[in-house]
């Protein structure tokens, strides 16, 4: 198995531009999870998802779209970047939605907006 | 949501045990504890997670108070690969959000 896969790794973009931050895993996990990471600090939940055509908002959701077609695959967009979503994406799955399963991370997408 | 306390960073001889202290007096009933580390800005690594007994895998152990109000991730004998920033994170009940502290940074000293 992948594991969880997210892509690009590094990304840069003008305040304004949109773009949509991909993750997609291979385990049949039904939960998925976006998180942000600004420097020195923890990670903050931004949209999360329990199902295919399930989804939530986090503590941050502002300024971000996600929409959930299938089980692998949990896009994250960004319509009209601002310098304030610098940060690091990191995208997360679980098997189950409700149970005590552990979360796997992926490598996570390092965003600059100038 | 509980809330979680953890020093800002320790040092850990290698070779010795590193014992990582969380405070979580908020604690509901049903709310587990989870540990999480993140090596060197790569993507979080789930430890150990425990309600109410000690709980141990190949990783570490996890030592949670009879209150409930704290805990400890003991990793036996701590490597320099052990490097990191280790969250002590309360799930939120019946769901899988995890809200990440600050967490601890633990130097592992040659």
């Known amino acids: 198995n992948a594991g969880v896969t997210q892509t690009p790794k590094f990304q840069v973009l003008k305040t304004g531009q949109s773009m949509t931050l991909q993750c997609a895993q291979d385990m049949n996990h039904e939960y998925m999870s976006w998180y942000r990471q600004d420097p020195g600090m923890g990670l903050r939940l931004i949209h999360y998802s329990v199902g295919a055509g399930i989804t939530d908002q986090g503590e941050v959701p502002n300024g971000y779209n996600v929409s959930r077609s299938t089980t692998e695959d949990f896009p994250l967009r960004l319509l009209s970047a601002a310098p304030s979503q610098t940060s690091v994406y990191f995208c997360?799955?679980?098997?189950?939605?409700?149970?005590?399963?552990?979360?796997?991370f992926g490598p996570g997408t390092r965003l600059t907006v100038t | 949501d509980a809330k979680t306390t953890q020093p800002t960073s320790m040092d850990c001889a290698e070779g010795r045990a590193a014992n990582l202290p969380c405070n979580h007096s908020t604690i509901s009933g049903n709310e587990y504890v989870y540990w999480y580390r993140q090596i060197h800005s790569q993507g979080p690594q789930y430890i150990i997670h425990g309600l109410k007994n000690n709980e141990t895998n190949e990783m570490a152990s996890l030592i949670i108070t009879e209150d409930r109000k704290s805990s400890t991730l003991i990793l036996p004998h701590a490597t320099l690969r052990d490097t990191a920033v280790y969250y002590c994170i309360v799930r939120v009940s019946a769901t899988n959000k995890l809200i990440f502290g600050t967490g601890t940074l633990l130097a592992v000293q040659p």
């Open positions: 997360a799955s679980s098997y189950s939605s409700r149970g005590l399963g552990e979360q796997y």
